[in-house]
């Protein structure tokens, strides 16, 4: 073989003819007597290198937006009670005190220790999103709340907590919906959305894989939702399941993108003990902030049921809406969540 | 083979960045205002922040204005946010106020980048019931609150006492002289 002879297979080839001029023995580039030379290895390093660190990128990426953690993120509890049999499944009562309204709804239910057990912690969920006073019925009635939570006390709860995450300034909030103040003489611990308050749990939704929730939902025994009726701009009203927003923390944007879903994958998240929708006033229009009386409606009703869709499409009727009009119920009943056909559940009207 | 080793391992990187990112985040927001009829940010800011500097008539103002742009609307006004920006939203300044007395009252503006969005959210917004201001059609008093709308910003106030409602048309005539 001479220098510029090709190699044949089995010859041994010099280093040094390896080096000229970039051109291997063959003539190609980078190929040697097996078929890659340095400069080839050096570009497939170069790739894999490029690889591993987009790979390494990525799953940092993944990690910021809370997938793929190896930790094991714990689960909210299933807080719903047996269903007894021949008990009503929704209660509706109407009359002009709000808080009698409350006694005569759950009393209807079989009274609050059907749902609540003595020693017993219990989280009660209002909608204090909004710098707002009672009669701008933005946020749920005070009156209501404070019932609700003289009820689970006399239950024999052991702890009872308030709690919501305000949209507005929860200073303002807490104290201009008149919800802070009655649930303290009630006997509840309120729970104000500090940075200190919330868990990271897995949500395990279609959209939703993990969230920061206040932490009296992952540690209660019971949860008691109590939302208000409103017209909603994106998701046509807000009232059970929309609630469930209010227990998160983070930028709400990211939740609005696919709003109806969002809401399903919350309420499928959480599975309260009872849901008690405050209709005292109810807001027609310009929800969810409100703020002119102009579209409040009086309407001194309180509807009591576990069944949230069944609440839902109740709530969608006094807005004037078709429940079936409204994507969060129409895909709370896909995901088995409730019935929006609430005459069809065993249930019974008072007052009026 | 070399080839087809390089192309498979060229192709990994763009895919996989792609991907993740596409999991965990949405298409931003469409800019929906022309951009011709767009005041320039910095400019629009400073003259939005302008309406408070010296509080309006009747009133002080009780924390530092905020701004709020198009998604951080969301975590001032929620699910109405949508209204708002399919309108052209551009910013909102928002102000919690005090009369001497002490009755609070709020005071939002949105700056919608001209004054036909700022009319077309008015009337998105006006209620059936609507009581339109003597002498200002541009102007709703609804109990505890006042709206209007003039050049290219759009007025929301709120009161929480009769006092405070007394004094929302004083300060929205206030805000509107200095809407340019």
Known sequence: ?352 | MRILLFAVLAVIPPSLIGTLVWQGRKTPPTEHAPAAARPSGQEADATLRALFEAPPAGVKLKEKVALYDEKGLFDYIDGAAPIFIDRHFRKLAASEMATPEGSDLVCDVYDMATPENAQAIFDKEKSTTAKFVDGWPEAIAGPMSFVFHHTRYYAKLTAFDAKAEAALPVVARSLKEKMR
Request: net charge positive; proline share 5%.
């Open chain 1, 1 to 352: 073989m001479t220098d510029r002879d090709p190699p044949r297979p089995g010859d041994v080839v010099p280093e040094s003819r390896l080096r000229e001029g970039g051109k291997n023995a063959s003539g190609g580039d980078g190929a040697g007597a097996d078929g890659i030379d340095r400069r080839a290895l050096f570009r497939v390093g170069l790739t894999a290198a490029v690889a591993a660190g987009s790979v390494a990128l990525g799953l940092g990426l993944r990690a910021r937006d809370g997938h793929g953690r190896g930790k094991t993120l714990p689960k909210l509890k299933d807080h719903r009670v047996d269903k007894v049999q021949g008990a009503l499944e929704m209660a509706i009562v109407r009359g002009p005190d709000p808080a009698a309204n409350v006694r005569r709804a759950v009393e209807a239910m079989g009274g609050m220790g059907r749902f609540v057990k003595r020693g017993e912690r219990v989280v009660i969920k209002p909608n204090i999103g909004w710098n707002r006073l009672p009669e701008q019925a933005a946020n749920t009635n005070p009156e209501v709340v404070a019932e609700v939570v003289k009820l689970v006390a006399a239950a024999g709860a052991s702890k009872i907590w308030v709690t919501d995450v305000s949209v507005n300034t929860p200073e303002q909030c807490f104290a201009r919906s008149g919800i802070e103040k009655a649930a303290k003489a009630a006997g509840a611990i309120v729970v104000r959305p500090d940075a200190p308050a919330f868990r990271e749990v897995d949500v395990a939704g279609k959209l939703l894989r993990t969230a920061d929730i206040l932490f009296p939902f992952v540690e209660a025994d019971r949860v008691i939702n109590i939302p208000v009726v409103k017209q909603h701009g994106l998701s046509g009203a807000t009232m059970a399941m929309k609630n469930w927003y209010g227990m998160l923390g983070g930028q709400r944007v990211k939740l609005h993108q696919n709003i109806h879903l969002s809401i399903v994958d919350l309420a499928s998240m959480i599975k309260p003990t009872l849901t008690i929708m405050d209709a005292t006033r109810i807001l027609l229009a310009n929800g969810p902030t409100g703020g002119s009386l102009a579209d409040v409606k009086q309407m001194d009703t309180i509807a009591v049921s576990s069944d949230e869709v069944a609440l839902d499409a109740f709530g969608a009727g006094l807005l004037g809406l078709s429940p079936t009009s409204l994507g969060f119920i129409v895909e709370g009943m896909k995901a088995g969540l409730g019935t929006p056909e609430w005459r069809n559940l065993k249930f019974e009207e008072l007052g009026g």
